[in-house]
């Protein structure tokens, strides 16, 4: 038991300011530390100042003395992990990035560690792959698991290391939803490839009749939160190179609807598909879907593209409750919108 490292990774999970000596104490009820090295630990975490003593709270008379309660010196913390990191560093492959690390809590890294030694070794032995090959192949190659990549986290850790394009790795995703504009298979590509995603199946249904006289290249149902793992499907699917690929979104305006959203702008941008969109807020909101989570981030995103009385009027909706469902439009709406002069000239100017 490294009763040491127990308490530094607690500390650097720790929300608080100070931590008491009984909540010290508490970690390691069930483990059966050696008291006297427990105390001898608080005193070398003091002494590196890990930890600094609220002189207030008073100290133990039993040696060594302790103190009652701890402040918390989160950058000396972060100081030591930062070193370790480097050192780390410098003795791995050099297609290993660990530039994220620096900013996550020290437990993730050394949750991610033996994987990350797996993977080293394979590069050292092995090196960068030439060929393309399915996630399961390329998985048990890592780590002998052919799982890993799909199901235990390890296509996460492959892109947060920097090596998911270098490992040539063919994901395996649900197939991407989505209709091909026919007239644009007959006819020279334009540079500019546009396509919309859609979240709901009411939508796509409502819009695939006028996909032949449209100017979008390809129609995808996002499907709800399936777009976000289906995305890496799409290059496969619609294999057309050398060419500018512009992705515009619509979907439900709601919490969720924008943090969907917001996940699949950070694979792929995405351009909130405004003319929808203002169409929407054209019309009264409904109350409703009160248990919704709120994602600040993804709300400043998406109403960055609105002007700023859309804005405000985005954000009062939220605050009081409503939402803007996609069927908020007809079907003639939304035809009538897809099919005007006003919507290509809108693309054109972006």
């Not at 998911?164 to 939803?177: A, E, K, N, R, T």
């Amino acid at each position: 038991m490294n009763i040491k490292q127990a308490i530094k990774e607690h500390l650097s999970r720790m929300k608080k300011a100070t931590i008491t000596l009984e909540e010290l104490e508490m970690l390691f009820v069930s483990m059966k530390a050696d008291a006297h090295r427990f105390a001898e630990v608080v005193v070398e975490l003091e002494k590196e100042e890990v930890m600094k003593s609220v002189k207030s709270a008073g100290r133990t008379i039993k040696q060594p003395s302790l103190s009652y309660r701890y402040r918390v010196n989160r950058p000396v913390i972060m100081k030591q992990h930062n070193r370790q990191l480097q050192q780390y560093r410098l003795n791995i492959h050099s297609a290993i990035q660990l530039d994220s690390y620096f900013g996550l809590p020290e437990q993730q890294f050394e949750a991610d560690r033996p994987w990350i030694d797996r993977i080293d070794q394979f590069l050292k032995t092995e090196g960068l792959p030439l060929s393309t090959v399915p996630a399961p192949e390329r998985s048990y190659q890592l780590t002998g698991n052919e799982k890993w990549i799909t199901d235990l986290g390890g296509a996460a850790l492959l892109k947060r290391l920097g090596l998911w394009d270098l490992l040539c790795i063919h994901p395996v995703s649900d197939p991407l939803m989505l209709a091909v504009n026919p007239s644009m298979l007959t006819e020279a590509l334009p540079l500019r490839c546009i396509h919309l995603v859609v979240e709901n199946k009411t939508t796509f249904q409502a819009l695939l009749p006028l996909l032949p006289s449209s100017v979008f290249n390809t129609l995808i149902y996002g499907c709800g939160n399936k777009i976000t793992g289906n995305l890496d499907m799409f290059r496969l699917q619609y294999p057309v190179p050398h060419r500018e690929h512009r992705f515009f979104y619509f979907g439900d305006l709601d919490y969720e609807g924008i943090r969907i959203w917001y996940e699949a702008n950070k694979q792929q941008v995405m351009i909130p598909a405004l003319p929808f969109y203002e169409a929407c807020l054209e019309q009264p909101y409904v109350l409703g879907k009160n248990n919704q989570r709120r994602v600040d981030q993804a709300i400043e995103a998406f109403v960055s593209f609105f002007n700023p009385q859309k804005q405000a009027q985005i954000k009062y909706c939220l605050q009081a409750g409503g939402y803007y469902p996609q069927e908020t439009l007809s079907s003639q709406q939304l035809q009538y919108i897809w099919r005007s002069e006003a919507w290509k000239q809108w693309i054109d100017s972006k």
